[in-house]
């Protein structure tokens, strides 16, 4: 009765809706206002109502009824007072309701409900804005990526590494109005980085540590399946999985997260620190580079050979783009570190095998192609000459040579003791798992707080890192090895006993004895033998710099790496047989380096270079054949790890784990050119820059090759081009030809007879001068006639290619 009519017609279209949403992780009520249409009949139907309710009342004035005889109480004046301010707040809600309607500010309930999701008040958004709200929009986005790699190539340039990605499977689940909660599912099967640098220790510097059950599977499958069967467990085993789910949006800003589940495998670790320095050296130069991209040298920059590389295929410079731009615009767009709630966040421990070996020198050859820059760092890693800054984590000393006796003697230090700390095999640091639950904070914190968890857990794992120290024999392997040995007497007999109990057989008990047995005598000589082997070989590569005769070093260097770039697991006869060749080289090279050592220093320096060849050579006399007799023992000591044991051995005698079985996905990137230009990857062009390493031609620059089929193939430089035949007793081939381009006279294809009388298509090289032996052609055979075209044409652009630049040195040159 508070209300008139037309206040109480015109609310028949405004009703209060409850609206449950979901406000970050909880359930929540929302009640609001709403438009909605009324029938006619429904209008009729309230009209007779209110009728028939004045009608009562009029009726009940005019005979007088006392409310208190039909049971109703009294109302006292209290009572009244609040009933009357109740009733003129309805009146005041009534009115003002009708004002929102009447300028049509009240939703409908479609619109209602999208502002309520939102978490905002109802009349805090236009009617228009809500409308907009509607619009949302679910998504449901599923990638997957087979493969894709990312080279790190430096200014050489020089590929140093390839960062491989496989099986990567994401899953995207969200709605624009972020009403439904947001999940996100990622899965990498497979990571892996390659080590490219030449004379790598580890050609993998990190690879997943596969399970012990997968890799018997690995083992068992042939060679040719053997790269692919590692690949296909990727999904069962992934490298990493992660699953996120973030809780519909909060109305008070801070992000809810349900729920952070990070699975981690286990990873193996192999490095040297020539690898690290130049991988330093390429982040700081990329981080230079960068800093010198902006706005005003932009044109500058397109237009400059010097800050740009040259891309082989387009023939046009390509520029880096403006990446600091970049990152300022988007530094731009975070405002502030935003509060975010974890209700759960797990991350699974996880292991790291950690090896780390000394640098390996670099041939000739090899210090061409990685360029003056590489060259330098390899040979300072080699020295010791290192430095550690603010600037720069750590950094070398390039050109430093030692003049006085006392620098002599301090670099001898600084190679000896950089050699000790960075030899390390296999040290395995637990990394515990992380659980936060119910947790406020921001993103800066979380990142602090986990950074902080992983430092601590380093921190913890330092003796396991001086355990496995190669200069102590590593001594924590030699316990994980010895109690595998006692592990294996106890269980294999428990199991033999089992199995004869399910089948009745005694026999499985002395097998489970005997395999015991065999395990732990295994074991125990093995472990021995290893921890032995450090040992001598530690001494040789220290006895080695005390030498004094850095090309007697490195020598040892590329013949050690030879002996082991097969992987074939050595006997104790190879050790033997390797380990007398070796105590009889050191014995010759000491004894002839008294008469070499003072040649060499008098050509070089004169009187001062004859006196310190004399003082080389009798040093090399006393110390060589110590080394020789080291090495022996080395040998000796792997050959019988590799006798009791089997399997395959890298080079200190150590069995290849999981790091050491994986092989680069791919070839190092060839560059073409005399300006080592870059293309898009060729596996064949890696391949065939691989084979030229092994031949005359290795240190020249890599232009191009021929796949001549069964006939071989042609490999092609800047200077000259080689034919590689195929022959049983070399594992590369036979070089049959080698021609240089200034050389060459004319060039014919044509059918030529071959030795049973048949006829086969050929390319005639004319020469300008004739070989020692008289002959001023050379032949070029081959099965098929486009294949000949092919080395026609090929060899004509490279001399083409050659003539262009020998004039344009010439010009230069009378410039």
Not at 97 to 113: N, T
Request: aromatic residues 6%; neutral net charge; charged residues 25%.
């Amino acid at each position: 009765s508070t209300l008139d009519d037309i206040t109480c017609d015109d609310l028949q279209i405004i009703r209060v809706a409850g609206v449950i949403v979901s406000d970050g992780p909880s359930r929540v009520a929302r009640f609001c206002l709403i438009k909605k249409d009324v029938s006619a009949t429904r209008a009729l139907s309230n009209a007779a109502k209110r009728q028939a309710k004045r009608s009562e009342s009029y009726l009940n004035e005019a005979i007088g009824i006392d409310r208190s005889i039909l049971g109703f109480r009294s109302i006292v004046e209290d009572k009244l007072d609040k009933e009357t301010q109740i009733r003129k707040l309805i009146s005041m809600g009534a009115l003002a309701a009708i004002e929102l309607s009447k300028s049509d500010d009240i939703p409908s309930q479609e619109q209602a409900v999208a502002a309520a999701q939102q978490g905002t008040g109802i009349f805090s958004l236009q009617v228009s804005t809500i409308n907009d709200l509607l619009q949302d929009t679910n998504y449901n986005v599923r990638v997957f990526i087979d493969e894709f790699s990312v080279s790190l190539i430096d200014q050489e340039p020089s590929e140093i590494a390839a960062i491989t990605f496989r099986s990567i499977s994401c899953l995207f689940k969200w709605n624009t109005s972020r009403s439904e909660d947001t999940k996100v599912t990622l899965s990498i099967g497979w990571f892996q980085i390659d080590n490219f640098i030449p004379n790598a220790p580890f050609g993998v510097a990190l690879v997943p540590m596969l399970d012990s059950d997968l890799l018997e599977d690995i083992e068992s499958s042939s060679e040719s399946q053997n790269r692919r069967s590692r690949f296909e467990n990727c999904e069962e085993l992934p490298f990493l999985a992660v699953n996120v789910a973030l809780a519909p949006k909060h109305i008070s800003g801070v992000t809810c997260i349900k729920l952070i589940t990070i699975v981690p495998s286990n990873l193996a670790i192999g490095v040297d620190l020539a690898f690290i320095v130049r991988l330093q050296r390429y982040f700081l130069g990329a981080l230079d580079r960068v800093d010198q991209v902006n706005e005003e040298d932009e044109i500058a920059f397109r237009t400059s050979n010097s800050n740009t590389w040259l891309y082989a295929e387009s023939q046009r410079y390509w520029p880096l783009p403006n990446m600091q731009k970049l990152f300022d615009a988007r530094q731009n767009e975070v405002k502030g570190d935003s509060e975010m709630y974890i209700e759960r966040m797990t991350v699974f421990p996880y292991s790291l095998s950690l090896s780390v070996a000394p640098s390996r020198a670099l041939s000739n050859a090899q210090a061409q192609n990685e360029g003056p820059g590489a060259a330098a760092i390899h040979a300072a890693v080699r020295k010791g000459d290192l430095s550690l800054s603010t600037s720069t984590v750590l950094g070398v000393k390039i050109g430093r040579t030692n003049r006085t006796a006392m620098a002599v003697a301090r670099g001898i230090f600084k190679s000896i003791v950089v050699d000790a700390l960075l030899r390390c095999e296999e040290a395995s640091l637990a990394l515990p798992g992380i659980s936060i639950q119910n947790y406020l904070s921001t993103s800066t914190q979380v990142t602090t707080y986990m950074m902080a968890h992983y430092l601590s857990a380093l921190k913890s794992n330092v003796p396991q890192l001086i355990g496995s120290l190669a200069v102590f024999g590593n001594p924590l392997g030699l316990i994980r090895g010895l109690g595998d040995g006692v592990s294996d007497f106890v269980s294999e007999p428990i199991k033999g006993l089992q199995k004869s109990l399910e089948e009745l057989d005694p026999t499985f008990v002395f097998d489970g004895v005997a395999r015991g047995t065999g395990s732990l005598a295994r074991a125990t000589v093995g472990s021995v033998a290893d921890s032995a082997s450090l040992l001598t070989q530690t001494l040789s590569k220290n006895m080695a710099v005390l030498t004094l005769d850095r090309k007697y070093a490195q020598r040892r260097d590329r013949t050690s790496l030879r002996e082991s770039s097969d992987g074939s697991a050595p006997t104790l006869m190879d050790g033997l047989g390797s380990g007398s060749a070796k105590l009889i080289k050191g014995v010759y090279d000491g004894v002839s380096g008294v008469v070499s050592a003072p040649l060499r220093g008098a050509e070089k320096a004169g009187a001062e270079g004859f006196a310190k060849g004399v003082g080389k050579g009798l040093l090399g006399l006393v110390v060589k054949p110590v080394v020789g007799l080291s090495d022996a023992a080395t040998d000796i000591m792997i050959g019988v790890k590799g006798s009791v044991e089997g399997g395959t051995y890298n080079v200190i005698g150590k069995k290849v784990e999981s790091m050491k079985r994986a092989n680069h996905l791919r070839n190092r990137r060839a560059f073409y050119g005399k300006q080592r230009m870059m293309k898009g990857f060729s596996q064949q062009d890696a391949a065939a820059a691989q084979l030229m390493m092994t031949t005359r031609l290795a240190g020249e620059q890599f232009l191009s090759f021929v796949d001549m089929g069964n006939a071989g193939v042609l490999l092609l430089s800047v200077r000259r081009f080689v034919v590689i035949t195929p022959d049983v007793n070399t594992p590369f081939g036979k070089e049959s030809i080698c021609v240089k381009y200034k050389n060459i006279s004319k060039m014919d294809v044509r059918r030529v007879p071959t030795p049973d009388e048949s006829l086969q298509w050929g390319v005639l090289v004319l020469l300008r001068n004739p070989r020692g032996d008289g002959s001023e052609v050379e032949v070029i055979t081959c099965q098929h006639e486009e294949v000949a075209y092919e080395i026609h044409s090929k060899v004509v652009a490279a001399c083409k290619e050659k003539s262009l630049t020998t004039k344009k040195l010439s010009s230069k040159s009378k410039k």
